[in-house]
């Protein structure tokens, strides 16, 4: 029984094989495969794909609903999963015919806002167009809005996008993201946003377990792996860089692991001769420590390990 044979003339629905033929399960499945930890997150994101199937029987079932606000707000700090789960929201909401598509558009200030007069409203144009019958991902929201500079244009872009939500809410989802503290401050100027938004979800920063969870699971997808005393360096690693600026949770530890295997790449290329292959797929101890952070460098930014200098691998 899929969703569009629910009709009214039903008296009762046999909830367990509609969600079956609405294929949700399988991306809920995703996200707890592909995401470590995020429990909170993932028991809203569960309650509302509920809460939307059984709005949709309820309106196919011919008892008087009104159409779920969809719009939502996603915060926490960076690298916490925020943009990898809307991409599954879009999914969840495709399947429940909420969107046409499905599709996931990202979009930053610079993307919405021009430089000039008459710059803007093109520029804002163009990407609802893009996300128009999916998800438009918003990400640093809060940039919008500039009120020391009175000639700023990001208030041109907020009000387009306060229309095309409330007016086209049956065609886009909008979800904004960023920090939370900065987006409280952003709503608090812009209660247009506040009162359009129906799910806000709070992205915690992943633990020290997490995060040693999420380096091996990306290094098992790229078919690298630590031994035992790599694995034992790279814990301590990440006490150490959780502690200094910027730090961006999986995002960092990412970039941590690509320098790794940059030092690794460079190590073996130094050693030469004949090579096994448990060789190219281990990172070593040396590999990591080599990081300033074990050095007592700073580290301000996850840089991308292209544009650093040989010999000043910042990590």
Known sequence: MSLEEVTVEK??????????????????????????????????????????????????????TERPTLH???????????????????KIL?????????????????????????????????????????????DEAYYLYRPENERDYGQEAIEMLLQVMENQRDDLVVILAGYKERMDTFF??????????????????FSLNELMEIAELMLSQQMYSFDDESRKVFAEYLALRVQQPLFANARSVRNAIDRAKLRQAGRLIRQ????????LARIDADDIRQSRVFQGGITTADSNPANETPGRLLS
Do not use: W
């Open 11 to 64: 008296t009762s629905i046999d909830l367990d094989e509609v969600y079956r033929e609405s294929n949700i399960q399988p991306i809920l499945d995703e996200l707890d495969r592909d995401l470590v930890g995020l429990a909170p997150v993932k028991t809203r994101i569960r309650e509302i794909a509920s809460l939307l199937l059984i709005a949709r029987l309820r309106e196919q079932s011919g008892l008087s």
């Open 72 to 90: 939502m707000c996603f915060t926490g700090r960076p690298g916490t999963g925020k943009t990898t789960v809307a991409v599954r929201m879009a």
């Open 94 to 138: 495709h399947h429940l015919r909420y969107v046409r598509k499905g599709h996931l558009v990202v979009a930053t200030r610079d993307d919405l806002v021009g430089q000039y007069v008459g710059h803007t409203a093109p520029k804002t144009k163009e990407i609802v167009k893009k996300a128009m019958g999916g998800v438009l991902f918003i």
């Open 188 to 205: 608090q100027s812009n209660p247009g946003f506040r009162s359009r938004i129906a799910h806000h979800i709070d992205f915690p920063d």
């Open 272 to 279: 030469g001769g004949v090579v096994s292959r448990e060789e």
